[in-house]
């Protein structure tokens, strides 16, 4: 009877953390949608180079775990 308590209380502490870890995620996902428009928008303003662009796009996309690509017609 203990085990079994043991293995539920493991289980949700398990998911406690992967949940915890989940919110850091999305928060880091946001941050960086959120550089990548800021970066889109001096871009268009003539305020910096499309490399700064590049550089906010490549750490949205490792934030999202990558594969994706941008639509055609986006900077």
Do not use: C, H
């Not at 009877?1 to 999305?26: G, H, I, K």
């Not at 960086?32 to 590049?54: C, H, I, P, W």
């Amino acid at each position: 009877m203990l085990v079994t308590f043991q293995d539920a209380e493991d289980a949700l502490v398990a998911f406690s953390r992967q949940q915890a870890a989940r919110d850091r995620l999305a928060d880091a996902v946001t941050a960086n949608k959120r550089a990548s428009e800021l970066a889109r928008n001096l871009y268009a303003q003539g305020l910096t180079d499309f490399l700064t662009v590049l550089v906010e796009l490549i750490a949205l996309y490792k934030a999202l775990g990558g594969g994706w690509q941008v639509a055609s017609g986006s900077p």
